[in-house]
């Protein structure tokens, strides 16, 4: 013990462990023994074919899928622990989705602020401040009184990433956030994502966008059929991929 009564070797918990994580739905085993970490400040971006597991395991991660088997800690308290306050680690937990899943009839702006008073309590200025800021920051302030029909796909995701962060997150989760997007529109949410990269924020991205995971990323995870079959440094996972399922599904996409 230091002074400070730390331990020596002291270090923060992972933002995000998982152990020996299991999942089935009835007889169907979809994830099959996974253990992955997120150190905080990281970005995991995590690869694999459709059925492979991806979405599960990320939905796993904030509990909106209820584990088989395993453990599951968010900056080292264990979710999957009946003492924990869900509730309060998921607030900590940012997430988008494919489909951006915005209230059709409310504004952008109040997209924005609805859940800051619900689940923060904030009063209405300050959650307006906060969503203002938040919009600014992925280049939408002027579309604070649209609603999401009149927004272009890309921008509907950045206004998803912008209510997200209005919550202040620890981490953000991304389950394919460019997936449904026509491919013009692609280029403004990874740069938004690559903004919030580089300030820092822990991310685990489920992508298809290579580009993305080798400049951006600090890992890269391979998942096929429900175990994650390689993970390295995105530069040598997609140069130089060691397994064969690897190589096999990177030739098919890259
Ligand atoms: P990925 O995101 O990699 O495409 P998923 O995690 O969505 O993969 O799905 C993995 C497997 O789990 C698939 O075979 C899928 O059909 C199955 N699955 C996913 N969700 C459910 C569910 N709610 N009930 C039954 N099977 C499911
Ligand atoms: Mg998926």
Redesign the pocket.
Known sequence: MTASGLPQSYSPAPAIEVRGLHKH??R?E?LKGIDFHVDSGQVVCVI??????????L?CVNRLEEPSAGEILIEGVDICDRRTDLDEVRSRIGMVFQQFNLFPHLTVLKNLTLAQRSVHGRGKDEAVEIARRNLAKVGLAEKESAYPAHLSGGQQQRVAIARALSMNPDMMLF?EPTSALDPELVGDVLEVMKDLAQEGMTMMV?THEMGFAREVGDKLVF?DG?VVVEEGRPVDVLSNPQHERTQSFLSKVL
């Open positions: 739905y009835g169907h979809v694999g074919p459709s059925g492979s597991g991806k979405s599960t395991l939905r389950d489920v998942m429900g």
